[in-house]
């Protein structure tokens, strides 16, 4: 079964980081887009970030632009999210998700085929 594990998640003060990072069981995640996306309790699921298949270009949500990095290891099959200058409004649970796609990547969640199951990151003092 094709699954995608996030972890990394965490409480940590405003103003500190987290590395979140999600691994692939039994595909590459180097064939795929990979979506970051973020659900706080009572709102939507919303797209934060994503990394292409080809060339490794990025994307990013607004509200984490500066503050946040995706970026993919092949070799570990592993994406990671570097967030950094984290604030109570990032406190959610996170996911990741694959695309197979050669495109630029999006982070409208419908095109998205495979999910993890999240990792929680509360951000509070």
């Known amino acids: 079964q094709w699954q995608l594990v996030e972890s990394g998640g965490g409480l940590v003060q405003p103003g500190g980081s987290l590395r979140l990072s999600c691994a692939a069981s039994q595909f590459n995640l180097d064939n795929y887009a990979i979506g970051w996306f973020r659900q706080a309790p009572g709102k939507e699921r919303e797209g934060v970030s994503c990394i292409s298949r080809i060339e490794s270009n990025t994307n990013y949500a607004d509200s984490v632009k500066g503050r946040f990095t995706v970026s993919r290891d092949n070799a570990e099959n592993t994406v990671y999210l570097q967030m950094n200058s984290l604030k109570p409004d990032d406190t959610a649970t996170y996911y990741c998700?694959?695309?197979?796609?050669?495109?630029?990547?999006?982070?409208?969640?419908?095109?998205?085929?495979?999910w993890g199951k999240g990792t929680q990151v509360t951000v509070s003092s």
């Open positions: 998700a694959a695309d197979f796609t050669f495109k630029q990547c999006v982070l409208h969640q419908y095109e998205y085929d495979i």
